[in-house]
């Protein structure tokens, strides 16, 4: 049938109608939303180049854990910013880092202990180089080793999961971590933590703002011989097949908005529950556009999540993810 008996504008005549045919929803159980927990006391240091977002100590990230809980957010991802870094990243699997130190404040607050914690696994906010793993020098050149620094991330997932964590979220990209990971968990006892890897993760751009409220930008060369190259999605599709073969229980896909492929992708594929991280250059790139007065914030913020999840994502880590919950 076609028009005019065939009219497409019918089922969009009024609000009512549209939300009756409606195909994708967002929901604020869906949205994860990350803090960036730093010692001290009473200190929340904005982040310059990810307006709203701050570096927030262990008491303030309760409140804001408690704030996120009353907006029914689905959980929260933790990343750490530690007193002192060195080569070993002590402060990534040390049972006194700042991360372990948040997640018994959150288990603690009844209010945020209803959120599902996790905790962002990875060595780069605790290497004095800011890379993901263990620097061998060998002298002008260097290398990212892989098996030694499997060891550390496993022993880094051990320490989270014992300080509270629900979920463990490797985003370091070695190759054999979650098996590491899986390992590590079951040899304590942690059987029932689960690991949310983020199997494809891409060397991108969009973690530039990241790196500034982390400080974790490396302080030599790049990511780019453990991140994916941007160009590959058949490569992205057998590190989430090896992924789940060591033992994911769930992935997550990163950046969201330029790797929307990836993520239907990914949710043709396989049946575990998919995430998508809106990373930290997706969100400052609207902001400064809604500083500017250029897009309209809250259908660009909403549009934007959307998105994500008609491509395939069941939840989407987001720093919007207080905003759009209050605009839900
Ligand atoms: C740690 C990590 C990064 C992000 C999440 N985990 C930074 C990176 O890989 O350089 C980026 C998140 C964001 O940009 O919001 N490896």
């Known amino acids: 049938m076609s028009f005019p008996q065939n009219r497409m504008r019918r089922l969009r005549r009024s609000e009512s109608m549209r939300a009756l045919v409606r195909e994708t929803t967002l929901d604020p159980g869906d949205l994860i939303y990350p803090l960036f927990l730093c010692p001290g006391n009473g200190v929340r240091k904005p982040v310059s180049s990810m307006p709203g977002v701050f570096n927030l100590s262990v008491d303030e990230a309760v409140r804001e854990a408690e704030e996120a809980a009353a907006l029914g957010l689905g959980g929260l991802l933790l990343f750490g910013l530690p007193d002192t870094k060195d080569e070993q990243a002590t402060g990534a699997w ?11 404040a959150l288990k603690s607050s009844p209010a945020a202990a209803k959120l599902v914690l996790i905790a962002d696994v990875c060595l780069c906010e605790y290497t004095s180089h800011g890379h993901c793993g263990i620097v061998q020098k060998n ?61 494809s993760k891409f060397a991108s751009s969009f ?27 058949r ?27 990836v993520v239907r992708a990914a949710r043709e594929r396989v049946d575990v529950p998919i995430g998508a991280y809106q990373v930290s250059g997706e969100y400052s790139m609207l902001q400064a556009a809604f500083e500017k007065g250029w897009l309209d914030r809250d259908r660009a913020i909403l549009e934007s999540l959307l998105g994500i999840r008609r491509a395939g994502a069941g939840f989407i880590v987001t720093y919007f993810a207080k905003d759009a919950a209050r605009l839900l």
């Open 94 to 104: 040390a049972d006194d880092g700042i991360v372990q130190q948040g997640l018994r």
């Open 207 to 233: 973690y530039g703002p990241f790196r500034e409220a982390a400080d974790s930008a490396p302080l030599f060369g790049d990511r780019k011989t453990y991140q994916m190259d941007g160009a590959n999605l």
């Open 235 to 261: 490569e992205a599709l057998r590190e989430i097949d090896l992924d789940l073969e060591e033992g994911a229980d769930m992935i997550l896909m990163k950046p969201a908005m330029p790797y929307l492929d």
């Open 139 to 199: 002298g002008d050149s260097y290398e990212v080793d892989n098996d030694s620094s499997l060891d550390l991330l496993a022993r880094t997932a051990a320490s989270l999961a014992r300080a509270g964590a629900d979920v463990v979220a490797p985003s370091d990209m070695m190759d054999g971590r979650v098996a590491a990971i899986r390992a590590a968990l079951d040899k304590i006892g942690l059987i029932n933590i689960s690991i949310l890897s983020y199997a």
